[in-house]
């Protein structure tokens, strides 16, 4: 991909001053409880009722449908819609064999050809109607493994020989735990903090730029905000419609369809530290248009983020399947992503000061006079 | 009450009555695994053994951080012996950019640690780190390109959120400290689980949990010696330290099972059930247990009701290194599943049968 960095404001000293504005440890909490939330493509009720318990008393939650959630800010005529995901990738349970292990299929196309290989010989989650249930992927034994061995089962380790061991022997006994067709399979939400503030975890990505919403609507809720604004947390956001060309994801394509919004925030992650041309971890958000120049978006983007102090980084890359749907003129959009090390592993790694100034920045878009 | 449920019920009061007290070593086990030895850095797990020994027990412990203990005279001599080390790395270097790279080895796949966290266990206390994954994971290869360079611990490097070499010394962080991956524990139900090192921290919990239900009176005339030896992992050295003073008629090494009860294994051997109980391993890649010492054992444990199977399977154990001095090896196990990796399974009825195997053999071994 031609990613291409154009420009980084960055404002390092302004940054103690947004960890205090954005509530840094509210943002930290809720992170926290979102990310021990398993949330795949097509199982986002989870993580959706966990948002619902989060935001402030009083706020009404639109129910958006597949299992998307939306809350309406008031304020001038508009729609102005943020749009965030609520759904990551992961795996599910295909079937259950006579022996009672697990197996595996995903419910939408991997991120990339690794993704899969990443659950060797890993405990994974199955979270089911009757809760969690716990297992672990199987890997052969290092003193039986020859050559041939790990050719096929380690180094070409795939979906077709990977079973999940559930502690059960016969297919009766999984069920009596509970498992059905088709429980997302994910890892558990261990969380590692690393040195430098960043917070390293499956999935945390998508949860931490979820949190970033919450923290938006906290602050804003009861206020007037610039434009009427919608801020969705969109389900199905990794499945892509069907037809020919470039896909647009479901849950971005029935959002348009269903606010039919002048001005789309498409608010993701993306990834990072990989070197030249791509965003810099600890750089802050990344402003990523389809076409390079001035738009009235970014132009308010630039602006909030030096208002607030806060780094913006920014990239022209090609449409994703994300903001594909928005882009019918004369509706405008941008991504503001949050960079992402090591993006759809079993440890994405988040720079905090890059979420705060996020949530910073899209606060002080949201505000009266923000968006100008 | 059912027939079945009765013959458990004195199977339990038979095993109690020979072993004493309740059996801990599942707790112990739970704690056990978290306490990190790499091989060759076993300090932190010998004092914790140390710490967990009877009162008044003279123990005693080497240069190496093989820890013993011994009780009673007379013959035979008995030893039971388990490995207190666990896989790992060590840091070889840290990169100007403040990665950490560790020397080859580990004895763990590594792409099971690929983007996966571990913990660097520097002087002024642990380090969390992540493993980063190969470069290009997430991009397409082209047909014609040279084929991936293998994800080896030569090759990987460990992410630490620091950005220069000065940063990770900073953290306290220097050559030579231990790596180990970060140790979570999955609980298919209770008494049944799977975390790193079990290998071999259930042989060290059975030992203990044995050493703490020891009866003085059970060692009649025998001399017992139990022994946490070092560095099985990489060469069976703490184990050849200790048969320089150790000379046992008979050495039980207390170690893993590699089991082939796992969907991926061939079930053509070493297919010992998680669950059915302890494990006599009659011939594994260093012993060849004779077979009258294979009967004396299951008639042992047929008389106090412990489940036991007897199988083979490969690996080595430490017992081995006594064969030439004389001893005769007879290594006990639990069936264990993944042998060598992060999902180390094992079930507490297979931990407490062996236990309990281990306190009988002291009893009724002539």
């Known amino acids: 991909m031609a990613h291409r960095i154009i420009r980084t404001l960055g404002l390092a000293a302004g940054l103690a001053v947004i960890v205090a504005a954005a509530g840094g440890a509210d943002l930290k ?38 299992g998307t959630i939306a809350v309406k800010l008031g304020g001038a005529p508009g729609p102005t819609l943020i749009l965030a995901a609520l759904d990551g990738y992961g795996h599910m349970v295909s079937g259950i064999t006579p022996e009672g292990t697990l197996t595996l299929d995903r419910p939408v196309p991997p991120p990339h050809a690794r993704f899969d290989a990443f659950l060797l010989g890993q405990p994974v989650i199955i979270s089911t109607a009757k809760g969690p249930v716990q297992g672990v992927v199987s890997q052969p034994a290092m003193h039986l493994l020859t050559p041939e061995r790990r050719k096929t089962q380690v180094e070409g380790f795939s979906l077709d020989i990977a079973d999940v061991d559930i502690g059960a022997r016969s297919e009766k006994d999984a069920r009596a735990k509970g498992i059905e067709l088709l429980d997302p399979v994910t890892y558990p939400a261990v969380l590692t903090e690393l040195a430098g503030d960043q917070w390293a975890g499956p999935s945390l990505g998508v949860k931490a730029v979820a949190a970033c919403l919450v923290s938006a609507v906290e602050a804003l809720a009861g206020k007037t905000v610039g434009e009427e604004t919608v801020i969705a947390w969109s389900a199905q956001t990794k499945s892509a419609a069907r037809g020919r060309g470039v896909r647009p994801a479901i849950g971005s394509a029935r959002a348009r369809s269903r606010w039919q919004p002048k001005r789309a925030i498409v608010v993701d992650v993306i990834a990072a530290g990989k070197g030249d041309g791509f965003p810099f971890p600890g750089g802050g958000p990344v402003l990523v248009q389809f076409k390079s120049g001035p738009s009235d978006l970014r132009q308010a983007f630039e602006t909030a983020a030096a208002e607030s102090g806060a780094p913006l980084q920014f990239l022209t890359a090609p449409d994703t399947p994300l903001s594909l749907p928005f882009e019918v003129p004369p509706a405008e959009v941008v991504t503001l992503a949050l960079p992402v090390r090591f993006l759809n592993t079993p440890s994405e790694i988040v720079a905090l000061k890059d979420l705060q100034a996020l949530c910073e920045i899209l606060q002080h878009f949201l505000q009266p006079g923000g968006a100008k | ?52 020994l009877p009162a008044g027990l003279k123990a005693e412990h080497d240069g190496m951080n093989n820890v013993w203990f011994t009780v009673g005279a007379g013959h035979p001599h008995i030893l039971f012996v388990a490995h207190s080390d666990e896989l790992g790395w060590v840091v070889d270097k840290i990169t100007p950019e403040g990665r950490v790279r560790v020397k080859p080895g580990g004895g763990i796949l590594p792409q099971t640690v690929e983007a996966r966290p571990v913990l660097i266990h520097a002087g002024r206390g642990d380090v969390p780190g992540i493993v980063s994954p190969r470069p290009g994971y997430d991009e397409r290869r082209s047909e014609d390109e040279a084929p991936e360079t293998p994800f080896t611990a030569e090759s990987f490097d460990i992410y630490l959120g620091v950005a220069t070499e000065a940063e990770a010394r900073a953290l306290g962080i220097a050559e030579g400290d ?147 001095g004389g001893a005769i090896d007879i290594p006990l196990s639990w069936p264990g599943s993944y042998a060598h990796s992060l999902i180390e399974k094992i079930d507490r009825g297979d931990l407490e049968a062996l236990t309990n195997l281990i306190l009988a053999i002291i009893s009724d071994w002539k």
Not at chain 2, 17 to 37: F, H, M, N, T, Y
Not at chain 2, 192 to 203: E, Y
Not at chain 2, 276 to 298: H, Y
Request: aromatic share 6%.
């Open chain 1, 29 to 66: 909490s809720v992170a926290k409880e979102l990310f021990a939330v398993p949330s795949t493509t097509g199982n986002e009720e989870m993580l959706a009722a966990k948002i619902r318990g989060l935001l402030p008393k009083g706020v009404a939650v639109e129910e958006a449908g597949l």
């Open chain 2, 178 to 324: 231990t790596v180990t991956a970060k140790k979570t524990i999955t609980d298919f139900a209770p008494g049944l689980m799977a975390t790193r090192a079990v290998d071999d921290r259930a042989g060290c919990a059975a030992l203990l949990d044995a050493a703490l239900r020891l009866k003085p009176e059970t060692v009649k005339g025998r001399t017992i010696t139990f022994a946490w030896d070092v560095q099985e992992e990489t060469g069976l050295f703490g184990a050849a330290e200790l048969a320089k003073t150790l000379k046992p008629d008979y050495v039980f090494a207390i170690d893993t099972f590699v089991s082939t009860d796992s969907p991926l294994e061939s079930k053509r051997f070493g297919f010992l059930p998680v669950g059915k109980g302890a494990v006599v391993r009659a011939i594994d890649s260093s012993n060849i247990t004779p077979k009258p010492e294979i009967l004396k054992v299951l008639a042992i444990a047929k008389k106090r009701l412990i489940p036991v199977q007897v199988g083979n399977s490969r690996g080595g154990n430490d017992g081995s290194v006594f064969l030439v």
């Open chain 2, 1 to 52: 009450m059912t027939k079945r449920t009765g013959i458990g019920v004195l199977a339990l009061l038979v095993s109690v009555s020979a072993a004493g007290a309740q059996s801990k070593a599942w707790d112990i086990l739970r704690e056990i695994v978290l306490v990190p030895g790499v091989s060759g850095h076993e300090g932190p797990v010998s004092y914790f053994i140390q710490g967990r």
